[in-house]
């Protein structure tokens, strides 16, 4: 099995509407490109400072996450985030405002993704707003959008 079947959702390509109606579609990243993910989404001078945020607000929010591949999903506005792999869901806690509930993996990986982004921008990587934003429009009609939004706020 290919980790690109090991991720339950999205399957391989999920469309979804942004707020001005155009679709946001998100592709998980084929291995014969995932070296070129990392610097072509977040840049040569972000990339690994934004990887390894994400793994550690994954560690924050789920304490019984203990590692793991990770897929790499692009969105079609320019947008990115990254899934963990191996469970369908994940038990998710977020101390700061109440949060804790089972997400599907895609979700975790949003979750994990925007607090990364959103905690690097704070740190002066302002380059990374606009990938903060596209990944909120895409949460916009995500299926989880009120789980996601909830663990967000």
């Known amino acids: 099995m290919s980790h690109e079947q090991e991720i339950a959702a999205p399957a391989s390509v999920i469309a979804r509407s942004s707020d001005n109606g155009d679709a946001v579609v ?13 610097p072509t989404k977040f840049g040569l001078t972000s990339m690994l400072k934004v990887e390894t945020s994400i793994f550690a607000w994954m560690e924050r929010l789920c ?11 692009e969105l079609s506005n320019d947008g990115a985030y990254m899934v963990p792999s191996g469970a369908e869901s994940f038990d998710i806690c977020v101390e700061g405002n109440g949060f804790d509930g089972r997400v599907s993996a895609d979700a975790a990986g949003i979750i994990a ?32 959008q009120v789980a996601i939004r909830r663990a967000l706020d």
């Open 26 to 38: 998100a592709s998980i990243v084929p291995e014969a490109r995932r070296m070129d993910f990392l």
């Open 113 to 144: 993704t925007a607090f990364a982004l959103n905690g690097l921008i704070w740190q002066g990587h302002d380059r990374l707003a606009e990938k903060y934003e596209q990944l909120l429009a895409y949460i916009s009609h995500h299926p989880d």
């Open 63 to 73: 304490p019984a996450y203990a590692g793991g591949y990770w897929n790499f999903v």
